[in-house]
């Protein structure tokens, strides 16, 4: 089997020779180690490039323990809205269906109503009698200032005043309790008759379309008929629901970092615990636990199961490299550091690991500098047999 791998890794190496990504004349100008094996593994800048070796300094770096727990991307309770009516009508023109994206305010539908034209006819003819009131109330006061009429006469003109203002601002604020915005409301004298009995219904946030459950033609309103026209859910921010152990409850607290993995998914989110349930699920003897994770790019969907780490604890260490940069040769683990000639294979003692991060505690300095990418290549002309092989 030895002999097996050892030829497997001469033909890799003999490969990659060929086309320049490793010296041909690496055993005769690197020095060698008692089995034949070359110490120092030659490569040029040149060299390192073509192969897509990437290279990064080892130094310190946060390190944190984490608190592994499974769970499940459900929409943020606060980004859902669900649009209804608040009088009853007829769907008249419906502007935005299934899967739409709207604008806070964007006119989803139109609706016909008896009720909101009654009330625009209302509240145009308090509007119209408070305008004449007070002009009268105004006349009367100069008139009165004047002498030409008893204080009694201005006194009952003012209090007609005060009560047509009054009936003016009910009809407007019923007006505003139907959903009629207040450039609508200041639009009315000039819109055309026929309008009076439409009613717009507006988006209450920006967001995507996710239900909706009337057609063009249908009664909706009170008496036992929907109210609900719409839902809209905003994606750009999720929750990420989690189900936290009671043993395990005391090491998880509110604004810890949560990364988050999808599975089948190479990436992972970074998100912030914001609620941390005070009860216990009865059948479980588990907590609800809530973080919130970023989502412009839609990739995170309400439905999909997810392992997230929660961040329980977090020191700083001396000495980290990425995980990608450790091979295991001869049974031990390794980093290849580069020197002047190229890489030098070090052994290397791991601490604690933290996702694609890896505490060294041995064998590495700050400030080195180690392969972190394509370390296949690197590994394999180490496997070469050597003279004696």
Do not use: C
């Not at 946060?62 to 669900?82: E, K, Q, S």
């Not at 009054?166 to 959903?179: C, E, P």
């Not at 609508?184 to 055309?192: R, S, T, V, Y």
């Not at 859910?233 to 629901?241: F, G, I, P």
């Amino acid at each position: 089997m030895l002999s097996a791998n050892r030829s497997a890794a001469a033909i890799l190496s003999a490969l990659l020779a060929a086309i320049g990504l490793i010296s041909p004349v690496l055993a005769q100008s690197a020095p060698a180690r008692p089995d034949g094996k070359p110490a120092v593994i030659v490569m040029d800048d040149e060299r390192i490039k073509l192969a897509e070796i990437e290279l990064r300094q080892a130094g310190p770096a946060p390190i944190a323990r984490r608190l592994t727990v499974p769970g499940t991307i459900v929409p943020d309770a606060g980004r859902v809205a669900h649009v209804s009516v608040k009088l009853s009508g007829t769907v008249a023109e419906l502007r935005k269906n299934i899967g739409d994206d709207v604008v806070k305010d964007e006119v989803l539908a139109i609706l016909e109503s008896r009720e909101v034209a009654d009330a625009k006819s209302e509240y145009l003819a308090a509007r119209l009698s408070n305008e004449l009131q007070q002009e009268l109330t105004a006349r009367d006061k100069s008139i009165w200032e004047g002498r030409a009429i008893p204080e009694q006469q201005y006194i009952k003109s003012r209090n007609a005043a005060a009560q047509t203002e009054m009936r003016f601002g009910i009809a407007r604020q019923k007006l505003m309790a139907l959903g009629v915005t207040d450039s609508e409301i200041a639009g009315l004298p000039q819109a055309p008759d026929g309008t009076l009995r439409s009613q717009n219904i507006r988006a209450p946030i920006s967001g995507r379309v996710a239900e909706r459950k009337v057609e063009p033609g249908i009664a909706v309103g009170r008496d036992n008929l929907e109210t609900e026209l719409f839902v809209i859910v905003d994606l750009s921010r999720v929750w990420v629901e989690l189900a936290v152990s009671s043993n395990d409850l005391p090491l998880v607290k509110e604004g810890q970092s949560v990364d988050v993995v999808l599975r089948g998914v190479p990436e992972t989110g970074a998100g912030t615990i914001v609620f941390v349930s005070p009860l216990l699920d009865k059948e479980t003897r588990a907590a609800r636990v809530v973080a919130s994770l970023p989502n412009s790019d839609g990739r995170w969907r309400p439905g999909s199961f997810v392992t997230a780490a929660i961040a329980v604890e977090r020191r700083d260490v001396a000495v980290a490299v990425p995980f990608a940069a450790v091979q295991t040769v001869d049974g031990r683990k390794v980093v290849f550091v580069r020197t002047k000639q190229g890489f030098e294979k070090r052994e290397v003692g791991l601490g604690r690991r933290d996702g694609p991060v890896v505490e060294v505690v041995s064998g590495l300095a700050a400030g080195d500098t180690v392969a972190t990418s394509n370390t296949f290549s690197l590994k394999a002309e180490l496997s070469k047999p050597g003279d004696e092989d």
